[in-house]
Each structure stands twice: as C-alpha cells, then as structure tokens.
C-alpha cells in the first residue's frame, strides 16, 4: 500500500493533550530550566553514540537497504530532516529507544527486524521520530539518568536532595509516559495501518511465536476496555496509580486504547487528509489544531475565542 507522504506535518496537529498537559506541569517546576540547561550541557550523548559505533551495526543504504530505506520513507511521510542515524543493537525483545540531544540517533533492537512485518516495524521507527519532532529527547533523556543523579543528591545531603530529586523523577517519569501516546500516534501515521500498529503491541505484550499468525487485534480492545473499567473501583484505580508511578511508558493496552479512540473520533483521518494542514492554533483547553474560524474545539467541545 502506498503511504500519503504529509507534507507539511506539524507534531501539534496530532500530539496527545495528555502530553502536553504533563509537559506544561513539568515546565512549571521551580529551577527546572536551570536542571534542564545543566543536563544538556553535561549530557552523556557522546558517551552513548561511541558505545553504539562501538558495539552495534550502523544502518546505511549498502548493508541494509531495506531497513535504510523504510526510515528514509518514515521522515518524508512526518517531515523529520535531517534522518537520524539508525543503529541495531542485538536484543530480541521488541524494543527501541531514541538518543541524542545535538545530534539524534535511534536505536532498534534486532527482534524487531526478525518478528515483526514491514508495517509494524515501520510504525516502530515512526514511533522515534516522533520523539524527535516533538523534541522529546533532551526530557526522555533526563528522565532515564535522572534516578542516579537523585541517588547521589541524597548521598550528598543526607537524603535531602533524595526527596526533592524523587518529586521531580515522578513529575518527568508521568510526562515521558504521557509522551508515548503521542509518539504512538506518529507511528501509525508514518505506517498507515491501524491493525499493525495493535499487532506490534501484542508482541511486545507477550504474544508467543506460535500464534503470531492468529493475532487478534479485536480481542486486545476488549481487554483495553476490560483494563479502563478498572477505574470504577476506587481500589483498582489507585492500584493502577500505584503500580505505574516509577514506569516511563504506560500500558500496552491503554495506548491501543487511545490509538483506537484517536482513530474513531476521525483525527486520525483529518492529519491523513491534511485537514489541519491550514490550522495554525490550538484549542487553549486540548491543544487540539483549530482554525480560525472554529467557535468550537472539534475535540474537547469548549468554546474558543481568537484574538
């Protein structure tokens, strides 16, 4: 199937409000932007891309030509220039990560390459370089070393440091969770396949080898929608609280959830159709794309009035 290329694609047209409302909480921290500035200043980027010249395969045109070519197809379709390095690291869990504040590179394990198809891996990489178009690096970054920085302030403190730092690792660990659901909607914008997006989260979930060719994309929903009653039982709601607060991505099954729930609303298909290629606001409640002559937010339904 050939993919619409979305010229002019602006990551507002489809990040998740949940993103941005973390991210506006975070930015609201006291001191953060000096923690921020200092991270990227003494940021371990060189570190990471020497151990990965080192030890991994480098992707290129000559010695995977396939994989090369479906991420130079994933930034044309979001518009992510310049195309971020692509190395292969030898892991069979289905699993990718994104580096690289000054100069980005993605990372993929081997066992996307062996057990997934070309759209699911596509909405994989599609997954990335939505991190890299909402500039989503530098706090992902933070978020994963940011644990070892809280361990050695405690140290220094007496544990002081500890409980201020551990306050910040929540606030950064919600937002990078609440980041995915946007990157996962890059990803399926980039393959273009709501199904093989669903089918590469039940891999990562567990799926058995054996049965990848009896995937069923609707029996997962159902679970979606089994796991979001839970939050009707006040118990069961702040155990999902619980169990998630120290995660930095959210459940396999609540982000199929809001893939589907995007998809039905027709979002999905108004970035596709570059409906909101025109838009250049955002619903001040949402963030949702609005033009200019909307009195209503198309998503969240609140009145919006245009200076």
Excluded at 178 to 185: N, V
Excluded at 195 to 216: E, H, Q, V, W
């Amino acid at each position: 199937m050939d993919k619409k290329i979305l010229d002019g694609l602006r990551s507002m047209e489809y990040e998740h409000p949940w993103d941005q409302e973390a991210l506006e909480k975070l930015k609201s921290i006291s001191g953060l932007d000096t923690v921020v500035k200092k991270f990227n200043q003494y940021s371990v980027e060189k570190f990471l891309r020497a151990e990965f010249t080192g030890s991994s395969i480098k992707v290129n045109k000559k010695n995977f030509p396939e994989l090369h070519e479906q991420l130079i197809n994933a930034c044309n379709i979001l518009g992510v220039f310049p195309v971020p390095d692509l190395y292969i690291k030898w892991d069979y869990g289905i699993n990718a990560f994104t580096t690289g504040v000054e100069r980005t590179f993605i990372v993929i394990h081997s066992g996307i390459i062996d057990l997934l198809s070309e759209d699911e891996a596509s909405f994989i990489i599609g997954h990335e370089l939505g991190h890299i178009k909402s500039q989503h690096v530098l706090y992902h970054q933070m978020a994963s070393i940011f644990p070892h920085i809280g361990e050695i302030l405690g140290q220094a403190t007496l544990g002081l440091g500890a409980i201020v730092a551990a306050g910040l690792e929540v606030a950064l660990l919600k937002w990078a969770r609440m980041s995915e659901f946007t990157a996962d909607r890059a990803g399926l914008l980039a393959c273009q396949n709501f199904n093989a997006a669903c089918s590469a989260f039940i891999k990562m979930s567990g799926l058995p080898t054996k049965y990848y060719d009896r995937i069923d994309v609707g029996s997962f929903l159902e679970q979606a929608q089994e796991f979001a009653e839970y939050d009707h039982s006040l118990l069961d709601s702040l155990a999902k609280k619980l169990i998630n607060v120290w995660q930095d991505h959210p459940w396999s099954v609540l982000r199929v959830s809001e893939l589907n729930k995007w998809c039905e609303a027709g979002q999905y298909s108004a970035v596709i159709d570059r409906q909101y290629k025109d838009s250049v606001f955002c619903c001040p409640y949402c963030r949702h794309p609005i033009q200019k002559t909307d009195y209503y937010c198309p998503n969240c339904g609140n009145r919006i009035i245009i200076a």
